[in-house]
Nanobody, 120 residues
Framework: VQLVESGGGLVQAGGSLRLSCAAS????????MGWYRQAPGKQRELVAA????????NYADSVKGRFTISRDNAKNTMYLQMNSLKPEDTAVYYC??????????????WGQGTQVTVSS
């Protein structure tokens, strides 16, 4: 599975961005997907995740009420709508896909990352 993120950029505080993650390859093996981020000098953290059918999501406390995760399985694409952005949201955002078939798990797939910079 290959994951390619897009939609990052520079935005002022209070603004919005929409990230996309397009999957290709063995997409039938993709289960839960998520967005992670890593700021300079900090560990990578989970921002939001969504189950394979899209019926369950979870968010980091820091983004609840501001970010919305979604996926379109017909397009093999996941999204992250980010509103009311804050300077502390500045980071490289990575797309992640958990993979498996039945009870067999495969290594996670990761995208290359997209930079989000929020200016104050």
């Amino acid at each position: 599975v290959q994951l390619v993120e897009s939609g990052g950029g520079l935005v002022q505080a209070g603004g919005s961005l929409r990230l996309s993650c397009a999957a290709s390859g063995s997409t039938f093996s993709i289960k839960t997907m998520g967005w992670y981020r890593q700021a300079p000098g900090k560990q990578r953290e989970l921002v939001a995740a969504i189950t394979s059918g899209g019926n369950s999501t979870n968010y980091a406390d820091s983004v609840k009420g501001r970010f919305t995760i979604s996926r379109d399985n017909a397009k093999n694409t996941m999204y992250l709508q980010m509103n009311s952005l804050k300077p502390e949201d500045t980071a490289v955002y990575y797309c992640n896909a958990q993979r498996g078939l039945g009870k067999i798990s495969f290594p996670d797939a990761w995208g290359q990352g997209t930079q989000v910079t929020v200016s104050s």
